[in-house]
C-alpha cells in the first residue's frame, strides 16, 4: 500500500496549510498524522482521521474522503514548520505504512 | 508522564549484531502493543516491527524479516530488537514507540545505528 504526499508545503504565517495525502480508497483505513520539528522525534498531532491528542491545538485538524486525507492547520505560526507524516495500518500485509513526509515552510 | 528511552545504538560493521532496548514508563506497558520505526538522517519514516501485548505475535517490514527479531520482556517494562546481519543501509536512527489502539502516542528519542566497515 502506498500513501503519497507532497513534498512541501509553503504557507505565510497566519494563514492555512492543507497537507494531503493519497492512498487507494483511503477513506476506508483511520489515517493518522505526525509532526517532526527539525532534530526532534515525531509527535502524534491527529489520529483516525481527525481525533486531537491532548494538548494539541485546535487549529489542528484533519479529515478523510475518498482517495485522500488532508490535515489543516489554520493560523499558521512559524512554531509549525516542521515535516509532517501520514500513516495508515494495511492489513492486507500486516505492515504500518508512512507517506513520504511533507516539509512544511512558513515564509 | 510517559517516557520511551531507548539505547544500544551505536557503531558496528557490516554483519554484525546489535540489540537495541527501550525502557517504558508512566504507563501499563502490558497493555500496549509495541513498534519500532527507524528513519535515515534527512529521510522519511519507515516502519520496522510491532509486538504484542504479551509478545506471542510480532510483524517485520520486508527489510527486516529473517534477520532483525523484536521482543519484550513486560516485568522489565522493556522492548527490545535484536537486529543480526547488518547492512549499511540498516544505519538510521531507531525509535520506539508505543502503539494507543492503532495510532503513535508516544515515541522515544531514537538512538543512532551506524553500520560502517
Known amino acids: 500500500y502506498v500513501l503519497t504526499q507532497p513534498p512541501s508545503v509553503s504557507v505565510a504565517p497566519g494563514q492555512t496549510a492543507r497537507i494531503t495525502c493519497g492512498g487507494h480508497?483511503?477513506?476506508?483505513?483511520?489515517v493518522h498524522w505526525s509532526q517532526q520539528r527539525p532534530g526532534q522525534a515525531p509527535v502524534l498531532v491527529i489520529f483516525y482521521d481527525s481525533d486531537r491528542p491532548s494538548g494539541i491545538p485546535e487549529r489542528f485538524s484533519g479529515s478523510n474522503s475518498g482517495n485522500t486525507a488532508t490535515l489543516t492547520i489554520n493560523r499558521v505560526e512559524a512554531g509549525d514548520e516542521a515535516d509532517y507524516y501520514c500513516q495508515v495500518w494495511d492489513s492486507t500485509t500486516d505492515h504500518v505504512v508512512f507517506g513520504g513526509g511533507t516539509k512544511l515552510n512558513v515564509v | 508522564e510517559v517516557q520511551l528511552v531507548e539505547s544500544g545504538g551505536g557503531s558496528v560493521q557490516p554483519g554484525g549484531s546489535l540489540r537495541l532496548s527501550c525502557v517504558a514508563s508512566?504507563?501499563?506497558?502490558?497493555?500496549?502493543?509495541m513498534h519500532w520505526v527507524r528513519q535515515i538522517p534527512g529521510k522519511g519514516l519507515v516502519w520496522v516491527s510491532r509486538?504484542?501485548?504479551?509478545?506471542?505475535?510480532?510483524d517485520y517490514a520486508d527489510s527486516a524479516k529473517g534477520r532483525f527479531t523484536i521482543s519484550r520482556d513486560n516485568a522489565k517494562s522493556t522492548v527490545y530488537l535484536q537486529m543480526n546481519g547488518l547492512k549499511a543501509e540498516d544505519s538510521a536512527v531507531y525509535y520506539c514507540?508505543?502503539?494507543?489502539?492503532?495510532?503513535?502516542?508516544?515515541w522515544g528519542q531514537g538512538t543512532l545505528v551506524t553500520v560502517s566497515s
Open positions: 514507540v508505543r502503539d494507543d489502539t492503532g495510532a503513535f502516542h508516544n
Open positions: 508512566g504507563f501499563d506497558f502490558g497493555s500496549y502493543w
Open positions: 480508497n483511503l477513506e476506508s483505513k483511520g
Open positions: 509486538v504484542n501485548k504479551d509478545g506471542t505475535t510480532t
